[in-house]
């Protein structure tokens, strides 16, 4: 049952991505709605998994590479849902399931089996640490994809090549606005996360702060983001340059996901 | 009971032909009632529009009745039939349904998606409605049309884009901006077209409007024009910091406005994104402004290649348009011939009916003295049956089957009603 949901899940997420893709490439009308659907569809199951998941371990599944990774996505799709509902701009999710089912498929390559969590992690601090980093990241994640549609909109208007996808994407000024409400949303919570990680590792190793890989490249991406926020109110980058930076910022998450936990040694890997 | 069209429009005759034909003014309704009272025509409407004129009709014969009316337009309008009969399409039966159909839905209409013409046709059967010259079949058409019409709006994509410099100057602000009410709009210089867009603008919700004009007793006559304010030539570059939109149309041989002036601009506005038209020719703003970061400067060609390629999407759209049409055309000839059909369930009654009362007569004869009751029963029997025979060929006449013509010739042939003529 646990499986069923996880794979279905994902390949629902697979068929919005693909209608997703038609929608960027081909000329077609009304194909968000479908995607839409297919995005709750696929919501609807991987919440079951986590709860499966939940019932089984007794904690938050969000250790280990396989869970962590999946709550992740879920993430995305819970605030990609309150923000296409909020500003009625379907074809974000174009933009979006493809990040959801690329991190739904690495989810699935990890190791799946429920082990007993490490007394180090049985903490309040823990999970509160964990689901602030998360949804801060889910956050600057969609502002990512809405980073590539400005920066798509913009090449159009400025080459003036404007048939076609040109038709079917929001104005610059509304994505440029959604972008800064995103990173506006997530740089409290990113910060809140370190704040309540440095608190829970005084408390389970001793020390705030201990210059681990997963702490520097948090600090990195904690960086970018606070320099777009100072630059757009005190320079007025805003638009492209924006944009931009929202792409490296979300590359950056990333690498402090994946290219941490996988290719440094650190105290958190999710192992 | 068909239906016809016969007409002329922009494509076939030349404009000093449609004046003459026009139905303007007093002749709209006096020529209406003149040709419902021609002989043959049972429904009729007219609508003439600069663009055409054209006469919706059912008849019995839609050959004769055309003739009718051409000789009616020749004598009405005074005019030779050999100067306008060569202008004239006629179109009978489906083809008149669709062309109808494509009317309403701007397929046949010079700027395909525009939405006037529907607006037209309504009001010229409306027109004809009042003056009860139009019944079942061309009311029941003009309802179609407009439902067809709105399903090609809304299911193709034929009326969404500009095609209109003007308005595509207006639409391209709205894939800038979200919202233009709160956006401060400049015409630099004036132009018939430049005024046109900024009336365009002003319509879709912006407010502050500013006009500098090389004179600027003439901006200001402008600007009251449009509730907003003159200002000198010489103070627009000042002006530029608090401007969004900008239409340039200034008469000036030379640029007016160069990328280091924009520079600054930007620089105090924040880069607050600036959308800069220029329709002038020779061009005012100097192109390489458009590498700015947040400007987005077009000039006329720019604006003409928007139209050009949304007239182009309008064409590609207009051939899913004629596939609705083809299906709405298709619905409503089941519709006519299920009309047609009443008639003929009507003598197939009529017919067993007689068979019933003729066979009943031979039996009496043949059993003078069969008492009453018995009598009864056996007429009974004879209406059961009858109805029985009759129950499925009946419903089958109802369904508004595709091969209805086709049913209608067999059932003819099967109850040997070939003598009597469906009528109605």
Same mark, same amino acid.
């Given at each position: *049952?646990?499986?069923?949901?996880?794979?279905?899940?994902?390949?629902?997420?697979?068929?919005?991505?693909?209608?997703?893709?038609?929608?960027?490439?081909?000329?077609?009308?009304?194909?968000?709605?479908?995607?839409?659907?297919?995005?709750?569809?696929?919501?609807?199951?991987?919440?079951?998994?986590?709860?499966?998941?939940?019932?089984?371990?007794?904690?938050?599944?969000?250790?280990?590479?396989?869970?962590?990774?999946?709550?992740?996505?879920?993430?995305?799709?819970?605030?990609?849902?309150?923000?296409?509902?909020?500003?009625?701009?379907?074809?974000?999710?174009?933009?979006?399931?493809?990040?959801?089912?690329?991190?739904?498929?690495?989810?699935?390559?990890?190791?799946?089996?429920?082990?007993?969590?490490?007394?180090?992690?049985?903490?309040?601090?823990?999970?509160? /640490?964990?689901?602030?980093?998360?949804?801060?990241?889910?956050?600057?994640?969609?502002?990512?994809?809405?980073?590539?549609?400005?920066?798509?909109?913009?090449?159009?208007?400025?080459?003036?090549?404007?048939?076609?996808?040109?038709?079917?994407?929001?104005? !610059?000024?509304?994505?440029?606005?959604?972008?800064?409400?995103?990173?506006?949303?997530?740089?409290? &919570?990113?910060?809140?996360?370190?704040?309540?990680?440095?608190?829970?590792?005084?408390?389970?190793?001793?020390?705030?702060?201990?210059?681990?890989?997963?702490?520097?490249?948090?600090?990195?991406?904690?960086?970018?983001?606070?320099?777009?926020?100072?630059?757009?109110?005190?320079?007025?980058?805003?638009?492209?340059?924006?944009?931009?930076?929202?792409?490296?910022?979300?590359?950056?998450?990333?690498?402090?996901?994946?290219?941490?936990?996988?290719?440094?040694?650190?105290? /958190?890997?999710?192992? | 009971?068909?239906?016809?069209?016969?007409?002329?429009?922009?494509?076939?005759?030349?404009?000093?032909?449609?004046?003459?034909?026009?139905?303007?003014?007093?002749?709209?309704?006096?020529?209406?009632?003149?040709?419902?009272?021609?002989?043959?025509?049972?429904?009729?409407?007219?609508?003439?529009?600069?663009?055409?004129?054209?006469?919706?009709?059912?008849? =019995?014969?839609?050959?004769?009745?055309?003739?009718?009316?051409?000789?009616?337009?020749?004598?009405? /309008?005074?005019?030779?039939?050999?100067?306008?009969?060569?202008? &004239?399409? @006629?179109?009978?039966?489906?083809?008149?349904?669709?062309?109808?159909?494509?009317?309403?839905?701007?397929?046949?209409? *010079?700027?395909?998606?525009?939405?006037?013409?529907?607006?037209?046709?309504?009001?010229?059967?409306?027109?004809?409605?009042?003056?009860?010259?139009?019944?079942?079949?061309?009311?029941?058409?003009? =309802?179609?049309?407009?439902?067809?019409?709105?399903?090609?709006?809304?299911?193709?994509?034929?009326?969404?884009?500009?095609?209109?410099?003007?308005?595509?100057?207006?639409?391209?602000?709205?894939?800038?901006?979200?919202?233009?009410?709160? =956006?401060?709009?400049?015409?630099?210089?004036? +132009?018939?077209?430049?005024?046109?867009?900024?009336?365009?603008?002003?319509?879709? +919700?912006?407010?502050?409007?500013?006009?500098?004009?090389?004179?600027?007793?003439?901006?200001?006559? !402008?600007?009251?024009?449009?509730?907003?304010?003159?200002?000198?030539?010489?103070?627009?570059?000042?002006?530029?910091?608090?401007?969004?939109?900008?239409?340039?149309?200034?008469?000036?041989?030379?640029?007016?406005?160069?990328?280091?002036?924009?520079?600054?601009?930007?620089?105090?506005?924040?880069?607050?994104?600036?959308?800069?038209?220029?329709?002038?020719?020779?061009?005012?703003? @100097?192109?390489?402004?458009?590498?700015?970061?947040?400007?987005?400067?077009?000039?006329?060609?720019?604006?003409?290649?928007?139209?050009?390629?949304?007239?182009?999407?309008?064409?590609?759209?207009?051939?899913?348009?004629?596939?609705?049409?083809?299906?709405?055309?298709?619905?409503?000839?089941?519709?006519?011939?299920?009309?047609?059909?009443?008639?003929?369930?009507?003598?197939?009654?009529?017919?067993?009916?007689?068979?019933?009362?003729?066979?009943?007569?031979?039996? =009496?004869?043949?059993?003078?003295?069969?008492?009453?009751?018995?009598?009864?029963?056996?007429?009974?029997?004879?209406?059961?049956?009858?109805?029985?025979?009759?129950?499925?060929?009946?419903?089958?006449?109802?369904?508004?089957?595709?091969?209805?013509?086709?049913?209608?010739?067999?059932?003819?042939?099967?109850?040997?009603?070939?003598?009597?003529?469906?009528?109605?």
């Amino acid at each position: *049952m646990e499986i069923v949901t996880f794979k279905l899940a994902l390949i629902l997420y697979f068929a919005a991505t693909i209608v997703g893709l038609i929608e960027i490439f081909k000329e077609s009308k009304g194909l968000s709605r479908l995607i839409l659907i297919l995005a709750a569809c696929g919501f609807v199951l991987h919440t079951l998994n986590i709860i499966i998941r939940y019932l089984a371990a007794g904690y938050l599944p969000i250790t280990g590479m396989h869970q962590a990774t999946s709550f992740f996505a879920w993430c995305i799709i819970v605030i990609f849902f309150i923000f296409a509902y909020r500003y009625k701009i379907g074809i974000i999710g174009a933009f979006i399931l493809p990040i959801v089912f690329l991190l739904m498929l690495s989810s699935s390559t990890f190791p799946r089996e429920i082990i007993p969590l490490p007394p180090v992690l049985q903490s309040y601090w823990f999970d509160i /640490h964990i689901v602030l980093a998360f949804i801060g990241n889910a956050a600057f994640a969609i502002a990512s994809g809405i980073g590539v549609m400005y920066l798509l909109q913009e090449h159009y208007l400025k080459r003036k090549r404007l048939s076609g996808l040109f038709q079917r994407l929001p104005n !610059l000024q509304i994505l440029d606005e959604i972008n800064y409400r995103l990173i506006t949303l997530g740089f409290p &919570l990113l910060t809140l996360a370190i704040i309540t990680g440095a608190l829970w590792a005084e408390s389970a190793w001793g020390a705030y702060w201990r210059w681990d890989p997963k702490e520097v490249w948090s600090l990195i991406t904690w960086i970018i983001y606070a320099l777009v926020l100072h630059l757009r109110i005190t320079k007025g980058w805003r638009g492209k340059k924006a944009a931009i930076i929202s792409i490296i910022g979300f590359l950056s998450i990333l690498f402090t996901f994946f290219g941490v936990n996988l290719l440094l040694n650190s105290l /958190h890997s999710f192992n | 009971m068909s239906i016809l069209v016969l007409g002329l429009n922009h494509k076939t005759a030349s404009v000093e032909i449609r004046e003459k034909i026009a139905f303007s003014g007093n002749k709209l309704e006096d020529g209406i009632v003149r040709l419902r009272n021609l002989p043959e025509i049972d429904e009729i409407a007219l609508l003439s529009t600069c663009n055409r004129v054209e006469i919706y009709a059912s008849a =019995k014969d839609t050959n004769n009745s055309s003739e009718i009316i051409k000789d009616f337009i020749s004598n009405y /309008h005074s005019i030779k039939r050999e100067e306008f009969e060569k202008a &004239l399409y @006629y179109f009978n039966n489906s083809d008149a349904i669709r062309h109808i159909f494509r009317v309403a839905s701007s397929l046949d209409s *010079m700027i395909i998606g525009e939405p006037q013409i529907l607006g037209q046709l309504k009001d010229a059967f409306d027109f004809a409605l009042n003056k009860k010259t139009t019944g079942v079949i061309l009311n029941r058409l003009m =309802k179609k049309a407009i439902s067809t019409a709105k399903r090609v709006r809304t299911e193709t994509r034929i009326a969404e884009n500009a095609v209109s410099i003007s308005f595509a100057a207006v639409e391209l602000a709205k894939k800038i901006f979200k919202e233009l009410s709160g =956006k401060s709009f400049m015409l630099l210089g004036a +132009g018939e077209m430049a005024e046109l867009a900024a009336r365009h603008l002003v319509t879709n +919700g912006v407010k502050d409007v500013k006009v500098a004009n090389r004179t600027y007793e003439r901006g200001c006559e !402008l600007a009251k024009d449009f509730n907003g304010r003159a200002v000198r030539f010489e103070d627009f570059l000042k002006e530029l910091v608090s401007t969004d939109i900008v239409i340039c149309s200034t008469g000036a041989s030379e640029y007016v406005l160069k990328k280091e002036h924009m520079y600054k601009i930007m620089k105090e506005r924040r880069y607050s994104p600036v959308f800069l038209t220029d329709i002038s020719v020779p061009r005012n703003l @100097y192109p390489n402004i458009n590498d700015l970061d947040n400007v987005y400067l077009y000039n006329i060609d720019d604006l003409q290649e928007v139209v050009d390629t949304n007239l182009l999407e309008r064409k590609k759209e207009a051939e899913k348009a004629e596939k609705i049409i083809d299906e709405e055309v298709e619905r409503f000839i089941k519709w006519t011939s299920s009309l047609n059909s009443v008639p003929l369930i009507i003598s197939i009654r009529q017919k067993a009916e007689t068979v019933k009362e003729e066979e009943l007569e031979k039996f =009496k004869h043949k059993f003078p003295d069969l008492d009453k009751e018995k009598l009864a029963a056996i007429e009974q029997l004879a209406t059961a049956i009858t109805n029985k025979l009759i129950h499925s060929p009946t419903v089958a006449l109802k369904e508004n089957s595709e091969d209805m013509e086709l049913l209608a010739i067999t059932v003819k042939k099967l109850y040997g009603l070939n003598g009597e003529e469906e009528g109605g």
